[in-house]
Each structure stands twice: as structure tokens, then as C-alpha cells.
């Protein structure tokens, strides 16, 4: 089976997998030669979607998937966004980060820089671009940008200009989804939002029903840090769990499968985007995404993790 394809409004539309490749480790917790293996690892198995970031990897994760996609680039989808910016010594900060295995997220996020002017994000994308090396950016997003930075720059007019020049397809705003209706209810559209979505985060769900973009960019299906672990660490749910979707659960592996599924049945129509480095990840999460799952046994599940969240609230 292939992995189900999702289309896009742009300039024309984008075809892509449900399923994505996140590349914010790349060049940084992840070297440039296990990172360009994982990358295509996955694109053997189907994945055409790769989402990245001027900031990931300090920096370097736009050249090293530029280099991977020389040759692919009619096949596959490249999602980039601008407004936080490398630090200045951004090599000395990747390599600080493989060495260290990591750094903490405040010394990391203290580092990098943002700025939502629109000079600021025409430069980012022609950088974006030559990292790249392609002469075009499927979906461009704005990272993190607030209600009050549109305010103050009008940032997606940017945006709109470089769409209308050719050097991006769509674009859209990378966030949190109370910004993406704060922006939707000023008239501020956003086109393409990029969200958390998860049993726990129904990000999408409540943006359609406030009248916001049909498809949309998804991450973060498997919750927050030890979401996974804490849910599996608990007899009580796993047994209830197990009984609501008529199939055990067995291994936490068998639970982020169904964490995995119950995202995509929430984002459909749209893409949920994926860490995964190690191949057993990639297989699994490539398997998850061709599977049919039963829609009634997916809301089930989703209903013993919220009555679950409430309980232990």
C-alpha cells in the first residue's frame, strides 16, 4: 500500500503525503550522515513531504535537505519557514549541540533570533532558497508569528508578494491555534495553518469549526514530552484503552501507533509531520499511515485519552 495523498491550495495545487518528515534535528541532535540516511530511508518508503526551518539545525538543516532532494525535486514537497532566524555563530552552536547529544531548550531558543519585518522575510526566503539549492518553495510559513507582529509589519503581505513573484507556491503561519484564530477573526487569512494536533490538542477540529483553512499542516502527534510514557506507565488506562479500540496494547510501540493514527484521523484532510530518524520509527510510522484504521475504535481511543486527562487532572 502507498501512503494517501492530500492536495493544497497554491498557485497550483499541491499534492502531497499525509505523512512528513520534521527535520528540527537535522544538523543538530542528528549529524548530516545519519540525518541524510533517515531522509531517504523515508523517501524510499513513500514520504514526500519534508517540513524544515531557516532555525533548525542552527542553521543547517535547509543545505543538508537541499543536498538530499538534488534530483527529487519534482517528487517531493519542501515546507520552510522564516521569521526566527540562526544564531550569528550557528556552526559553533550545532556542533555544540552533537557533542553535548543536547542542549536544553531555554539555551537553544536564547540564541536564536526573529524578526517578522518584511525585508527581514524576502532575504530569509532568497537564503532558504539558495540553501536549498531550488529555485521555488512548495509551502512557506511564518514561524511563530503573533497577532501583534502582523499588526506591526503585515507580515503575510509579504508573503503574498513572493507568491505572486513565483519563489513560493502557498504559504501560510506556523503556531499555536488560538493565534491562527486571533489572526482569522482580525481578517488577517491564513491559508495554510500549521498546528498541534493530537488526542490531547485538537487544534484543527476547533479552527474548522471557527470557519478556518480545510486542510492543514499538523505536528506533534504523539502529545507532549512523556505524554507516551505516562499514558503507558498507566495499567488502568491501557486496559479501559484496549477494551474501547477491541485490540491490546501490548507495547508502547503499539500505543504510538495509535496515537499516530488517531492524529491523522484528526488532521485528515491534511499532513501530520513526524520526528523520525531511527528506521524501526520510519517503518512503523510509514505502516501506520497506509493502514485503514476504524474510524468508531479511533474516537473511542480518543475519548479514554481525554476522560483519562480529566481523571488525572
Same mark, same amino acid.
Given at each position: 500500500m502507498t501512503i494517501p495523498i492530500v492536495a493544497f491550495p497554491g498557485t497550483s495545487p499541491i499534492s502531497t503525503t499525509v505523512l512528513g518528515f520534521g527535520c528540527a534535528s537535522l544538523g543538530s541532535r542528528v549529524g548530516q550522515r545519519?540525518? +541524510? *540516511? =533517515?531522509?531517504? !530511508? =523515508?523517501? $524510499?518508503l513513500g514520504v514526500r513531504h519534508f517540513d524544515v526551518a531557516r532555525s533548525y539545525g542552527a542553521g543547517s538543516a535547509e543545505s543538508i535537505l537541499g543536498n538530499f532532494i538534488?534530483?527529487?525535486? !519534482?517528487?517531493? +514537497?519542501?515546507v520552510t519557514k522564516a521569521g526566527i532566524f540562526p544564531p550569528a555563530n550557528n556552526r559553533l552552536l550545532a556542533k555544540g549541540i552533537l557533542v553535548a547529544g543536547r542542549l536544553s531548550p531555554r539555551t537553544v531558543a536564547s540564541k536564536r533570533r526573529r524578526s517578522y519585518e518584511q525585508a527581514a522575510l524576502k532575504q530569509s526566503v532568497h537564503e532558504s532558497l539558495r540553501q536549498l539549492s531550488t529555485d521555488y518553495i512548495d509551502i512557506l510559513l511564518l514561524h511563530e508569528l503573533t497577532y501583534r $507582529?502582523?499588526?506591526?509589519h503585515d507580515s503575510?503581505? =509579504?508573503? *503574498? !508578494?513572493l507568491q505572486d513573484r513565483g519563489l513560493i507556491r502557498a504559504y501560510g503561519v506556523a503556531t499555536h491555534g488560538k493565534e491562527i484564530m486571533r489572526l482569522e477573526r482580525a481578517g488577517h487569512h491564513v491559508?495554510?495553518?500549521?498546528?498541534?494536533?493530537? /488526542? %490531547?490538542?485538537?487544534? /484543527?477540529?476547533? %479552527?474548522?469549526?471557527?470557519?478556518?483553512?480545510t486542510s492543514a499542516?499538523?505536528?506533534?502527534?504523539?502529545?507532549?514530552?512523556?505524554?507516551?510514557?505516562?499514558?503507558?506507565?498507566n495499567p488502568v488506562f491501557l486496559r479501559e484503552a484496549s477494551d474501547a479500540v477491541d485490540a491490546p496494547i501490548r507495547s508502547l510501540a503499539d500505543l504510538g501507533r495509535l496515537m499516530l493514527a488517531c492524529a491523522l484521523h484528526l488532521a485528515s484532510p491534511g499532513v501530520v509531520v513526524c520526528s523520525m530518524f531511527d528506521s524501526s520509527h520510519i517503518r512503523q510510522n510509514v505502516e501506520t499511515a497506509t493502514q485503514r484504521f476504524d474510524v468508531a475504535r479511533l474516537e473511542a481511543f480518543v475519548a479514554k485519552v481525554?476522560?483519562?486527562?480529566?481523571?488525572?487532572?
Amino acid at each position: 500500500m502507498t501512503i494517501p495523498i492530500v492536495a493544497f491550495p497554491g498557485t497550483s495545487p499541491i499534492s502531497t503525503t499525509v505523512l512528513g518528515f520534521g527535520c528540527a534535528s537535522l544538523g543538530s541532535r542528528v549529524g548530516q550522515r545519519k540525518g +541524510t *540516511r =533517515a531522509l531517504s !530511508e =523515508a523517501y $524510499d518508503l513513500g514520504v514526500r513531504h519534508f517540513d524544515v526551518a531557516r532555525s533548525y539545525g542552527a542553521g543547517s538543516a535547509e543545505s543538508i535537505l537541499g543536498n538530499f532532494i538534488r534530483g527529487k525535486r !519534482e517528487n517531493v +514537497t519542501v515546507v520552510t519557514k522564516a521569521g526566527i532566524f540562526p544564531p550569528a555563530n550557528n556552526r559553533l552552536l550545532a556542533k555544540g549541540i552533537l557533542v553535548a547529544g543536547r542542549l536544553s531548550p531555554r539555551t537553544v531558543a536564547s540564541k536564536r533570533r526573529r524578526s517578522y519585518e518584511q525585508a527581514a522575510l524576502k532575504q530569509s526566503v532568497h537564503e532558504s532558497l539558495r540553501q536549498l539549492s531550488t529555485d521555488y518553495i512548495d509551502i512557506l510559513l511564518l514561524h511563530e508569528l503573533t497577532y501583534r $507582529d502582523q499588526i506591526e509589519h503585515d507580515s503575510l503581505s =509579504a508573503l *503574498r !508578494e513572493l507568491q505572486d513573484r513565483g519563489l513560493i507556491r502557498a504559504y501560510g503561519v506556523a503556531t499555536h491555534g488560538k493565534e491562527i484564530m486571533r489572526l482569522e477573526r482580525a481578517g488577517h487569512h491564513v491559508p495554510i495553518p500549521q498546528v498541534p494536533c493530537n /488526542v %490531547l490538542d485538537r487544534n /484543527v477540529q476547533i %479552527l474548522r469549526q471557527q470557519g478556518g483553512a480545510t486542510s492543514a499542516l499538523t505536528h506533534s502527534p504523539f502529545g507532549g514530552r512523556g505524554t507516551l510514557s505516562s499514558l503507558y506507565s498507566n495499567p488502568v488506562f491501557l486496559r479501559e484503552a484496549s477494551d474501547a479500540v477491541d485490540a491490546p496494547i501490548r507495547s508502547l510501540a503499539d500505543l504510538g501507533r495509535l496515537m499516530l493514527a488517531c492524529a491523522l484521523h484528526l488532521a485528515s484532510p491534511g499532513v501530520v509531520v513526524c520526528s523520525m530518524f531511527d528506521s524501526s520509527h520510519i517503518r512503523q510510522n510509514v505502516e501506520t499511515a497506509t493502514q485503514r484504521f476504524d474510524v468508531a475504535r479511533l474516537e473511542a481511543f480518543v475519548a479514554k485519552v481525554s476522560s483519562n486527562k480529566s481523571g488525572t487532572s
